[in-house]
């Protein structure tokens, strides 16, 4: 059932195709070791890659990776400020959670309304 032209058809199609994949996928420095990881891991660890976020994680909250002023400047990175969004807060807290601090129930409870209201 084959052509030549089917053969033609599909060696264009693998030509154009380029590791132009899904942005998310896209190499970013982590904010720790700066080394290179994929957007989307970045974007769920608090711009930390894996490695470093396990890290993290393993030391007690106490100690900490971050100064105060860092986590502050990681928080709002993730949280995009800049943009004008009156549910900026409501990102901050969403960030902060992520960022690995603990936050009151409340908190937890209004970001979450607040950005499924969006
Ligand atoms: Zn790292």
């Known amino acids: 059932m084959k052509t030549f032209d089917d053969r033609s058809g599909k060696a264009k199609a693998s030509e154009g195709h380029k590791e132009y994949g899904n942005p998310e996928d896209e190499l970013m420095p982590c904010s720790e070791c700066h080394g290179s990881a994929p957007r989307k891991v970045l974007v769920m660890f608090g711009s930390l ?3 470093c976020y396990e890290r993290y994680r393993n030391r007690s909250t106490d100690v900490g990776v971050f100064t105060h002023q860092e986590k502050r ?8 400020i800049g943009r004008s969004d009156s ?3 409501a990102h901050i807290l ?3 959670e992520k960022a690995g601090d603990r936050l009151s129930s409340l908190q937890r409870r209004m970001w979450r309304e607040a950005l499924r209201e969006q």
Do not use: T
């Open 94 to 96: 969403k960030a902060r």
């Open 49 to 51: 890659c894996s490695g």
């Open 87 to 89: 549910k900026a807060w």
């Open 73 to 80: 400047a990681i928080v709002e990175k993730i949280a995009g």
